[in-house]
């Protein structure tokens, strides 16, 4: 019996089961004139097909830098990255040649930031935008390019888009301009887009229906994606697998449910219970303690120690590693990491 051998897609591209991407003890610093500041430290985090994962910490933890690396749009000098792979598909981009990092980072990882309106060109129509963005990358004539606007513009439902693709950026409300940055990001077919704080500068209902669009599209075409955020509420529905980022590192990582459910990490816990909740109304939120770290002078240990309800001595002399979480029997759990000593007593305690 003979097997026929698929040329066309395979061929073109070599079979890879792994993860799409796959960043590996990544660190990044600037050297600033008081000094080094240490924003990235050891991150560890992957993504493939068709999987959603959100990087979720406080302002200043280290999420933008990360995926700024990973796009090659960091400005070295000041940035430089003294550390870590960045692995597409299994091979590091910090080890490529230009060209060919560029193909990457061009068209397989596309990136959404937070201001459309700072990223979109005031003066050229979006449909003249978003044509060009296909027209970079194929032989495609005006006319295509603008019937592809139109196509587009549509796939993310923008009502109307066939009136609409003559019409400027400031013409259209902040959700459908947030709607135009993910049809530029589509545009190039690619196969991971990230996505840091979409809907940060969007009101509530639009922010879950941005959200939705985007969790939808990501579905339909199979795409890996990672959500940036330091709102869990906005990715809690969304997204797979959670990173909870502090002071650089990922201090957190579990599949979303039971990241939720049961926290393994004392900053992980402060974080869920200062959410607002409508089922505690009335009570007093919770606010984690302190400010996170200056990055020129990390504490030593944990860099969350000064503010953990938790802390003991090993917490002020060890930097913990990100430990394998397991039930009480022993036996694993998927995905579930902790980088507290005390992740055992902070998963069935309370909340100190
Ligand atoms: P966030 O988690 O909010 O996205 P960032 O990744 O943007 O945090 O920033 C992490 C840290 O890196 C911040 O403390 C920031 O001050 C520092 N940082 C970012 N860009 C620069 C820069 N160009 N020069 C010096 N420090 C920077
Ligand atoms: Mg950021």
């Given at each position: 019996m003979t097997t026929a051998v698929d040329t066309t897609k395979s061929a073109r591209q070599a079979p890879y089961d792994g993860p799409l991407l796959d960043v590996r003890d990544l660190h990044v610093e600037f050297v600033t004139r008081e000094g080094v500041a240490r924003a990235v430290n050891g991150v560890n985090y992957s993504v493939s097909a068709g999987e959603t994962l959100a990087v979720l910490g406080e302002s200043g933890s280290g999420k933008s830098v990360t995926a700024q690396a990973i796009m090659g749009i960091l400005d070295m000098p000041p940035a430089r990255i003294p550390k870590g792979e960045i692995r597409y598909r299994g091979q590091d981009m910090l080890a490529m040649g230009k060209e060919e990092r560029r193909k990457i980072r061009g068209q397989k990882i596309a990136m959404i930031f937070q201001d459309a309106l700072s990223s979109l060109n005031p003066v050229l129509t979006v449909g003249f935008q978003l044509g060009e963005m296909f027209r970079a990358h194929t032989d495609a004539s005006r006319k295509e390019a603008k019937a592809k606007a139109v196509e587009l513009m549509d796939r993310v439902r923008i009502p109307a888009a066939k009136d609409r693709v003559g019409d400027y950026p400031h013409q259209f409300s902040g959700g459908m301009r947030q709607r135009i940055m993910i049809?530029?990001?589509?545009?190039?077919?690619?196969?991971?887009?990230?996505?840091?704080?979409?809907?940060?500068?969007?009101?509530?209902?639009?922010?879950?229906?941005?959200?939705?669009?985007?969790?939808?599209?990501?579905?339909?075409?199979?795409?890996?994606?990672?959500?940036?955020?330091?709102?869990?509420?906005?990715?809690?529905?969304?997204?797979?697998?959670?990173?909870?980022?502090?002071?650089?590192?990922?201090v957190e990582t579990a599949p979303v449910h039971e990241l939720y459910a049961s926290p393994a990490h004392p900053y992980t816990r402060g974080l869920l219970d200062s959410i607002p909740r409508l089922d505690q109304k009335g009570q007093e939120l919770y606010a984690i303690k302190g400010l996170p770290p200056n990055l020129l002078r990390i504490p030593p240990g944990c860099a969350f120690n000064p503010r953990c309800p938790r802390a003991q001595d090993i917490c002020r002399g060890e930097v913990p590693e990100l430990f394998q979480v397991t039930e009480d029997d022993g036996t694993e759990q998927p995905g579930r990491g902790s980088a507290c000593f005390f992740w055992k007593e902070t998963l069935h305690g309370s909340r100190s």
């Open positions: 049809a530029m990001a589509l545009a190039l077919e690619p196969d991971l887009i990230i996505a840091d704080e979409p809907t940060t500068a969007l009101d509530v209902t639009v922010q879950a229906q941005v959200m939705d669009l985007l969790a939808e599209l990501q579905a339909e075409y199979h795409m890996g994606l990672i959500l940036i955020t330091h709102d869990l509420g906005v990715v809690a529905d969304v997204a797979d697998k959670i990173a909870v980022m502090y002071a650089g590192r990922i």
